[in-house]
């Protein structure tokens, strides 16, 4: 069982930044992928960015590439979301995932069997 509780979240001007953080419980987390996802209102969850869970690589949507880093401390069970440049189309609910252990990570949220409550990004302009 994994519990993953994200923070970090808040209100923020355009061209800002933020960071999030996912804290994950038990001792599997160094043996997941990692995802974070996106929902804003009105809109169906999409994908953001990725990592595998030795943190050997990173993927992400195009909407955030350039902006956005995904890293994680498997020694502290926590996975991270920098979130540089932030527009207002980046305001949204934004949700952590694992993947069952050593599955590769991915943009599709069905490969992902934990999720975290979400924490609320919004950004002004």
């Known amino acids: 069982q994994v519990q993953l509780v994200e923070s970090g979240g808040g209100l923020v001007q355009a061209g800002g930044s933020l960071r999030l953080s996912c804290a994950a419980s038990?001792?599997?987390?160094?043996?997941?992928?990692m995802g974070w996802f996106r929902q804003a209102p009105g809109k169906e969850r999409e994908f953001v960015a990725a990592?595998?869970?030795?943190?050997?690589?990173?993927y992400y949507s195009d909407s955030v590439k350039g902006r956005f880093t995904i890293s994680r401390d498997n020694a502290e069970n926590t996975g991270y979301l920098q979130m540089n440049s932030l527009k207002p189309e980046d305001t949204a609910v934004y949700y952590c995932?694992?993947?069952?252990?050593?599955?590769?990570?991915?943009?599709?949220?069905?490969?992902?069997?934990?999720w975290g409550q979400g924490t609320q990004v919004t950004v002004s302009s």
């Open positions: 038990g001792r599997t987390f160094s043996s997941r992928a």
């Open positions: 990592i595998t869970w030795n943190g050997g690589s990173t």
């Open positions: 995932a694992n993947t069952p252990p050593y599955h590769s990570a991915r943009s599709d949220a069905g490969g992902y069997d934990y």
